[in-house]
């Protein structure tokens, strides 16, 4: 049984549709987050999914049941909104506790619930503070707290940690990671963080302008995107997008990309990547998608791009990221970027033989940006 079903949900505000018959089903104990633009609905769909905005049309459904006309409190949810209110007076002990008693919770029960959150989220020595004595990053902490102290049938997280420093945002997704794994418990999750997405869920919907583009595991939305708009969102830095003209014919394809000043370059594409759309679009302009980490300049490597391709451009930034190296290249009609290991000593304005595992490229179209192969 899934644990949350959406089936056809909408929703307007006046005459703005902002949910377009959005679905999508996720197991009990299943990680899905929801990520795409700011204003595309993320927010709208957990406040439809809490019960805090009633849906203009479609049906929602926990653990099998139909909560489409439910409250809140009948949901069995806990939530932590994007502006997550905290009760200005009451402590960060009560904050947390609060909606255990709300619920009859026993005394001795509610202090282990606040003494284990304060522990996962590093806030014991804030207990005795009120909200107004705490930093931004402090209150979003307390805010998960109040959500993590129950146990409910769903969770609902809209951007619980956007607020918090780097590392400690860092910790924050081990622990929520391993409180998922110890607990198994069902999780909605928003977020603008690209690391925190491929690393935290078991699906990512990607959202654009109220609808669903893609639902997926993080592999296959990264590796397999449905189209130009999901695979430019997710990554970073993003794919990069290069102009080329489909030639040859099945079996032995090749990408055509011409750059001002440059050789002409013919990528071959893989005879097991091939689909039948491309038949109909050869002599014709197509989009070559290649993630930064599709080049290497490292022959080490060169057993995994067995269908690698050469080319010497020249290099026009170079940016060391600490872990790897970002370097900017003329290709196309445009820039791309190729990510490169941090021992690669080459200097703005110089060359390197770089190659293309073109074994990962995809192919979109360029009128209807849906994938091509
Ligand atoms: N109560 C409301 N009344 C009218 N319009 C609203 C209301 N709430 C949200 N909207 C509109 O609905 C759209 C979606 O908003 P929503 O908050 O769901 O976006 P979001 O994806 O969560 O964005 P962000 O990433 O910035 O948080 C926006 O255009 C917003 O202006
Ligand atoms: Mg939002």
């Known amino acids: 049984m899934a644990a949350l079903e959406i089936n056809n949900v909408c929703k307007d505000f006046g005459s703005e549709q902002v ?34 905005e009633p849906v203009t049309s479609g049906e929602i459904r926990i653990a099998g049941e139909s909560v489409t006309w439910q409250t809140p409190a009948e949901r069995d949810i806990a939530m932590v909104f994007q502006s997550y209110a905290l009760y200005p007076s009451m402590t960060v002990r009560q904050n947390i506790s609060f909606g255990l008693e709300m619920r009859k919770v026993p005394k001795a029960e509610r202090e282990a619930a606040v003494e284990r959150v304060a522990d996962l989220l590093q806030i014991g020595h804030l207990l005795e503070r009120k909200p107004s004595q705490l930093s931004g990053g402090q209150r979003q902490r307390v805010a998960m707290g109040r959500a993590l102290a129950r146990e409910p049938k769903v969770y609902l ?17 081990t622990e929520i990671k391993k409180l998922h794994q110890r607990l198994g418990t069902t999780i909605v999750y928003v977020t603008h963080d690209q690391i925190e997405a491929m690393t935290l869920a078991d699906c990512i919907a990607v959202m654009r302008d109220g609808r669903i583009l893609q639902l997926g595991s993080p592999d296959e939305v990264y590796n397999d995107p449905v189209d130009l708009f999901v695979a430019g969102f997710m990554g970073s830095p993003s794919m990069n997008f290069i102009s080329a003209t489909l030639v040859g014919g099945s079996g032995a394809y090749r990408l055509r990309v011409e750059t001002p000043g440059e050789e002409t370059l013919e990528l071959p594409w893989p005879q097991e990547r091939e689909t039948p759309a491309l038949g ?22 060169l057993g995994e791009y067995a269908e690698g391709v050469a080319l010497t ?18 290709l196309g009609d445009g820039e791309a970027t190729a990510r490169v290991g941090p021992k690669c000593r080459v200097k703005a304005g110089e ?4 190659r293309i595992d073109m074994g990962r490229a995809v192919m979109f179209d360029r009128e209807t940006e849906k994938r091509l192969a």
Do not use: Y
């Open 157 to 173: 997280f809209d951007e619980p940690l956007s607020n918090l420093d780097a590392k400690l945002r860092v910790d924050m997704r």
């Open 351 to 354: 060359r390197l033989t770089l």
């Open 280 to 301: 109909e679009k050869v002599g014709e302009r197509v989009i070559l998608g290649l993630r930064p980490e599709h080049f290497t300049e490292d022959d080490a490597r």
């Open 313 to 330: 451009p020249r290099i026009t930034v170079v940016e060391p990221t600490g872990a790897d190296i970002l370097l900017q290249l003329k």
């Open 19 to 52: 949910l377009k018959d959005v679905s999508l089903a996720i197991d009990s104990g299943e990680f899905l987050i929801l990520v795409g633009p700011s204003g595309c609905g993320k927010s709208t769909l957990m406040n439809a999914i809490a019960g805090l």
